[in-house]
């Protein structure tokens, strides 16, 4: 089994809204801080949101400037997923969404390089 398993991707409208989901069963989220990235076709990967926990149900969360009010990032320790909810879809949106892992608590950041295990990626296309 894969480490990290994205889905919840496909075609979808503008304006709609998404759900991707981060089966992140290898890794514990008290340890462990999680983040979910994009690229799209023919750019480099940028940073999305990610959460860190800070003990109990506590987290910390941040996401780029460019997407915040409509990327919000949750995590589910009952299911041991990190989702990603998605707003407002722009055709800009269009793009592979990853999840990765990165060995830190309290905080996290967009960086990619701070991250060293991947999901696959899910791909999202936003049809106007």
């Known amino acids: 089994q894969l480490p990290l398993v994205e889905s919840g991707g496909g075609l979808v409208q503008v304006g709609e809204s998404l759900n991707l989901t981060c089966d992140v069963s290898?890794?514990?989220?008290?340890?462990?801080?999680i983040g979910w990235f994009r690229q799209a076709p023919g750019k480099e990967r940028e940073g999305g949101s990610c959460?860190?926990?800070?003990?109990?149900?506590?987290?910390?969360?941040t996401s780029a400037d460019s997407v915040k009010g409509r990327f919000t990032i949750f995590a589910d320790t009952a299911t041991n997923t990190v989702s990603l909810q998605i707003l407002s879809l722009k055709p800009e949106d269009t793009g592979m969404y990853y999840c990765?892992?990165?060995?830190?608590?309290?905080?996290?950041?967009?960086?990619?390089?701070?991250?060293?295990?991947w999901g696959q990626g899910t791909e999202v296309v936003v049809s106007d």
């Open positions: 990765a892992a990165a060995p830190t608590r309290y905080y996290c950041s967009i960086n990619s390089y701070e991250y060293d295990t």
């Open positions: 290898g890794f514990s989220l008290d340890t462990y801080s």
């Open positions: 959460i860190s926990s800070r003990g109990g149900s506590k987290y910390y969360t």
